[in-house]
Structure formats: C-alpha cells, structure tokens
T-cell receptor, first 111, second 115 residues
Framework: TQLLEQSPQFLSIQEGENLTVYCNSSSVFSSLQWYRQEPGEGPVLLVTVVTGGEVKKLKRLTFQFGDARKDSSLHITAAQPGDTGLYLC???????????FGEGTQLTVNP | EPEVTQTPSHQVTQMGQEVILRCVPISNHLYFYWYRQILGQKVEFLVS????????KSEIFDDQFSVERPDGSNFTLKIRSTKLEDSAMYFCASSELGPNTGELFFGEGSRLTVL
C-alpha cells in the first residue's frame, strides 16, 4: 500500500511570510499532483509534476518533485489571506489508475 | 470552463436503503473515478472506470458498490444497502488521460448521510 505523508498538518502564519509544505513517501510515484480544497467542495488541481527533479512555478507557488520521485514540496512566497485553504498532495502509482492522497495541510494566513 | 457536475449535493438516507449518486464528467474525458472523504479524513480512492468497465477498485469497493455509465454522459455510483460507515462526501472525477499523466478534475461532491 502506497502512503503519502504531508507535513505540517496545520500551519498558521502572517501575511507576507513564506512557507513550505512537504509530501513524503517511501514509494515511487509516476507523477504527483497538488490540489487545493475548500470546505464542502471538491479538490481543485493546482499542478502536476512528472519528472524527477522537476520544478514548476505558478505565480507565488513553487512545486518541486524529488529526484527519486518519492517526495514533493510546495513553497509559497509572500503568503496572502487568499491562500488560506487545505492543500493536498496526491501520487499516481507506477501501475494502476488510483491516486493516493496525503492527509492534507490546513494553511491559515492571517492578515 | 467545462466542469464535473454531481447530484444530489446532499442525500440523507436510512441504513439499508439503496442510494444512487450521479455524475456528469467532462464531455471529452475518457477516464472516470469515484473517491470518498469521510469527515476529517483523507480522500480515498474507490474505483476507476475506462472503456465501459472497471479498471481498478479499492478494498473499500465491495459487493455493495457498483458503477455504471448508462448513457453517453452520466456516470453513477450505486450503494446497494447503505451502512452508517458509508456516510461521507463522495467525489466524482474525470480525466482525459489516465492519472499517471492526466489531470483529474473533481466535482463538488455529494454528501451522503446514513442514519
């Protein structure tokens, strides 16, 4: 069974601060996706990383896939209150069609 | 922008009753999925569906569950005899390609409450 561990589980910071969320596993994934989920809604895809060592930037968000494709990180620069939400990482296995989700990181950015 | 739509948004049912959750995936997508999220827990894979058949199912997806694509647009999840522990948010998702390279688009979810 593939598992993804996210850390931290909760993060409360002030507006303007930087933060990093980590997603780790002992398993290799063919790709890793980051989602954001608002209360009572479905996850919304932010980015997919496929290649080991890949770095993708989405405005103030930087996503990195580990060289061994077992871990990933999400870095937010100069966080804003609008970044508040639940961030989920999800890995696609090297075989099969399921995504394995992490527990999520609940981010709160205080004005 | 195309989106995955789900109905109902919330259903309350008695234990032992049958429930059908409906989804309309994005029209040009070929892969369809059901996930569930019990309150306060992680999103869990239930089943994937491609080319009119189940391609993978999890250990959660037992004989009480079934999926169907009755026409060219709907994708349904049926729970034959609901149990209290089936109470959860059920998310339908679709992708143009498989999840290894494709992006999954999730619906807003159907909240199922079993009393």
């Amino acid at each position: 069974t593939q598992l993804l561990e996210q850390s931290p589980q909760f993060l409360s910071i002030q507006e303007g601060e930087n933060l990093t969320v980590y997603c780790n596993s002992s398993s290799v994934f063919s790709s890793l996706q980051w989602y954001r989920q608002e209360p009572g809604e479905g996850p919304v895809l932010l980015v997919t990383v496929v290649t080991g060592g890949e770095v993708k930037k989405l405005k103030r968000l930087t996503f990195q896939f580990g060289d061994a494709r077992k871990d990933s990180s999400l870095h937010i620069t100069a966080a804003q209150p609008g970044d508040t939400g639940l961030y989920l990482c999800a890995g696609a296995g090297t075989s099969g069609s399921r995504l394995t989700f992490g527990e999520g990181t609940q981010l709160t950015v205080n004005p | 922008e195309p989106e995955v739509t789900q109905t109902p948004s919330h259903q309350v049912t008695q234990m032992g009753q049958e429930v059908i959750l409906r989804c309309v995936p994005i029209s040009n997508h070929l892969y369809f999925y059901w996930y569930r999220q019990i309150l306060g827990q992680k999103v869990e894979f239930l089943v994937s569906f491609y080319n009119n058949e189940i391609s993978e199912k999890s250990e959660i997806f037992d004989d009480q569950f079934s999926v169907e694509r009755p026409d060219g647009s709907n994708f349904t999840l049926k729970i034959r005899s609901t149990k209290l522990e089936d109470s959860a948010m059920y998310f339908c998702a679709s992708s143009e390609l498989g999840p290894n390279t494709g992006e999954l688009f999730f619906g807003e979810g159907s909240r199922l409450t079993v009393l």
